[in-house]
């Protein structure tokens, strides 16, 4: 997408029916995990692999004319992700950024979702069986949030997949706004993030 | 970003084929000495006539999935060779999650030396399933997650090097764990799905045994693998280029 710009929701919520809306959501869950035994999870943070072979988050386009920005995203959520996607709703209090680009005119809005362990496996195992999986939604990912020994592999070589759109920068700075990485760790990151 | 397949040791490229790594026979790898570390993977694949949007044919389905290292794969991993036969090593692996599925010898396809300091040799499997029994596999995988994941490498003997990647992998066993299992679409054109695909962050040894496969096995002619090859080589550049500062 061209250019895409942040901007307030209330503006978002006023530009022209030229613009399409987009919602995405990161749903995450505290994990006690432990991987190999030693290196905590932390959290468990779900992404997809989408029809054109980029992660991104689920969600999708909404019309502000069926609902509200949070009705269509949840009608999204369950389309992309089965039925266990009902045993939560994604509300106003979840939402985090809008971006806009404008070739094409998408605004892009951004949630955050606190779910239990139980709801995102829940979730990840009715994923196979949401009506879009093989299609739009080639398949869920958890976001590894650790780095490795060498320092490359865990979050940093996670990184260096192909997202859609700003599912990147959205994804870095949810992590770091919502704390997920280990205290400090964030400025420790061998990643080049955009300005 | 290091992950797409640069003329190094161990590959040759040739401006119109795919880049290869140096395949030996099954004997060969056998005769291998103990220095030598084995892994096996499997690519589980179906023939899919479904159609994406109702016009991109999607052709197969391929199984690959994230590891616990940030790149994507085939399900498989280590396999201890004073312990386990090669398929017995893979099954053992597998069979975390794939209930009554077993790889066979029948299912063998390759062996490869992978690029790198390490000496790791990898065996490739591939089975054919039926939509339903892949969506079986997808769905079983996800209930399998949480032991592959809490079982961390048993106390061994020696263990294999790091491979490139796996950082401190486990010394024997699943390469991370069935995380998850992505279906791949590679559509008869070369739409920007496929490309797209590549472009993300493989285990090396992964990427060049999943184009080595679907030439072998005639899922995509040799020219569109080096089409979408190239095209993905293309994205991340261009990836790259946005996201270091222009003064470094």
Redesign the interface.
């Known amino acids: 997408m061209a250019g895409m710009r942040r901007l307030e929701l209330s503006e978002a919520l006023h530009l022209g029916p030229g613009w399409r809306h987009a919602c995405h959501a990161l749903l995450y869950a505290p994990d006690p995990?432990?991987?190999?035994?030693?290196i905590p999870l932390r959290y468990a943070v779900l992404m997809q692999?989408r029809?054109?072979?980029?992660?991104g988050f689920p969600g999708g386009f909404v019309d502000l004319r069926d609902g509200s920005l949070e009705d269509g995203l949840n009608r999204e959520l369950g389309e992309e992700l089965g039925e266990a996607a009902g045993a939560f709703r994604v509300e106003r209090a979840d939402y985090r950024s809008s971006h806009a680009g404008s070739r094409p005119r998408v605004v892009a809005h951004f949630y955050t979702k606190l779910l239990t362990l139980e709801q995102l496996?829940a979730v990840?195992?009715g994923?196979?069986?949401a009506r879009d999986h093989?299609?739009?939604v080639?398949?869920?990912?958890?976001?590894?949030l650790y780095t490795?020994?060498?320092g490359?592999?865990?979050?940093?070589?996670?990184?260096?997949?192909?997202f859609i759109g700003n599912a990147r920068e959205q994804l870095l700075e949810a992590v770091q706004n919502l704390g997920l990485l280990e205290p400090g760790s964030f400025a420790r990151l061998k990643i080049?993030?955009?300005p | 970003m290091g992950r797409c397949p640069a003329a190094g040791a161990g590959a040759k490229m040739s401006a119109a084929a795919v880049p290869e790594l140096k395949r030996i026979s099954r004997v060969e790898a056998m005769r291998l000495g103990p220095g030598w570390s084995h892994s096996c993977h499997a690519m589980l694949y179906a023939a899919n006539p479904g159609q994406l949007f109702g016009r991109i044919p999607m052709r197969f389905s391929v199984l690959m999935q994230m590891r616990f290292d940030g790149l994507l794969g085939f399900p498989g991993g280590f396999v201890d060779r004073r312990f386990w036969s090669l398929e017995d090593g893979l099954n053992r692996v597998l069979g975390l999650g794939l209930g009554c599925l077993r790889l066979t010898e029948a299912d063998y396809l390759s062996s490869h030396l992978t690029e790198g300091p390490h000496r790791v040799v990898a065996h490739l499997y591939a089975r054919q399933l039926t939509l339903e029994q892949l969506h079986a596999v997808e769905i079983s995988a996800v209930h399998s997650r949480d032991h592959g994941l809490e079982v961390g490498p048993p106390p061994g003997p020696r263990a294999p090097p790091p491979a490139p990647g796996f950082g401190s992998g486990p010394a024997e066993g699943t390469d991370g764990y069935w995380d998850l299992s992505v279906s791949l679409c590679t559509p008869r054109r070369t739409e920007s799905g496929f490309p797209n695909f590549l472009s993300n962050a493989f285990i090396s040894t992964a990427k060049y045994q999943l184009l080595f496969a679907l030439k072998v096995l005639n899922m995509m002619p040799e020219e569109k693998l080096a089409e979408a090859l190239a095209a993905a080589t293309e994205k991340q550049k261009k990836a790259l280029e946005k996201l270091l500062p222009s003064s470094s």
């Open positions: 995990g432990l991987l190999f035994g030693r692999m029809f054109d072979g980029r992660l496996t990840e195992m994923a196979p069986r093989g299609l739009e080639l398949g869920l990912v958890r976001v590894p490795l020994r060498d490359v592999g865990g979050l940093p070589a996670f990184l260096e997949n192909t080049s993030a955009p």
